[in-house]
């Protein structure tokens, strides 16, 4: 059967080319050399051994070369999202990659969410208590695509052998430290009602002015899971209504279908006693239309 790329797909790659060729109008050769280790990936277990019966923890780290970036579960209007494909025994199973929150690059009106200098991104690990090998060999293909002046995909093949007993796992400190240090990059849930209202292309993210307590300037952005539902290049502004803060959206041309549900990151940043910081929500909102009242 022949493949006929979906909608989103062909957006995806003419934002890629379009990206590509707005930084860069010719391509070297030079640039796509294979010898060149723009990203360097390695994969790790947060504990020396794994426990039978107990979920253990895994990273996929990715350092990158200086100027460059990597991308996020959802790439933006361009780019390809960073995956990894697992060869495991049969026993054994991994979960969904936990992401860590992106950055927002932009290049003229493309707009990527990614990472810059180092990520890792962790994944659940089952070991049943049937697995009665003594050792676990593992093996994930892990793709990218890195840019800068140009984009360079790449890729490898990552091997771990790790042993398997019934006694808690050996623990080493640099490791706890970086999985430790990543999860303060994870979303967590919202602990705040968050609601949706759609009025036309127009899209307000509603939530209480108690997700901004105690935060003095505050500022918000909104990473969409689904690329094709919000114009990624258009500003988000908050602003006041009543007992609650919007962010204001700009839903996309290519969200041509109804859109019941918008699901992403809203990442919220300000001052709090002269320090910056930035928090990051896994939000769910249905999308509601615009009352009479609101319009």
């Known amino acids: 059967m022949a493949w006929t790329p979906s909608s989103a797909s062909v957006v995806r790659v003419a934002g890629w080319l379009a990206l590509c060729s707005a930084l860069a109008p010719s391509v070297s050769v030079d640039a796509q050399d294979a010898g060149k280790a723009l990203v360097h990936a390695r994969l790790l277990t947060e504990t020396l051994s794994l426990q039978r019966n107990h979920d253990g923890w895994l990273a996929v780290e990715l350092t990158i070369e200086p100027g460059w970036h990597v991308y996020w579960r959802n790439p933006g209007d361009a780019g390809l999202a960073t995956s990894v494909k697992w060869k495991l025994p049969p026993q054994v199973s991994a979960g969904p990659i936990a ?10 009106s493309i707009v990527g969410y990614g990472y810059r200098e180092r990520v890792a991104l962790l994944v659940p690990l089952k070991v049943p208590s049937r697995f009665t090998s003594e050792t676990l060999t593992m093996e994930a293909v892990v793709s990218w695509l890195a840019c800068a002046e140009v984009c360079v995909p790449g890729g490898q093949t990552l ?17 706890a430290h970086m999985f430790a240090e990543t999860r303060q990059q994870l979303p967590r849930p919202a602990p705040f009602p968050v609601t949706c209202v759609m009025q036309g ?33 258009a500003p988000q502004e908050l602003v006041l209504h009543g007992q609650n803060v919007e962010l204001l959206l700009r839903r996309s ?3 041509i279908e109804q859109i019941s549900e918008l699901s992403g990151l809203l990442v919220i940043e300000g001052s709090r006693r002269g320090a910056v910081r930035a928090h990051a929500f896994e939000v769910s909102a249905p999308v509601a239309k615009a009352s009479m009242q609101e319009r």
């Not at 509603?206 to 094709?228: C, E, H, K």
């Open 201 to 233: 292309e127009h899209i307000r993210l509603r939530l209480g002015r108690a997700a901004f307590a105690g935060t003095d300037q505050p500022r918000a952005m909104f990473y969409p899971f689904d690329s094709r539902l919000i114009e990624h290049s």
């Open 253 to 255: 041309p290519a969200a």
């Open 99 to 108: 992401w860590p929150r992106p950055e927002r690059f932009s290049a003229r």
């Open 159 to 175: 091997t771990l052998t790790v042993p398997v007993g019934d006694s808690a796992p050996r623990r080493d400190a640099g490791r």
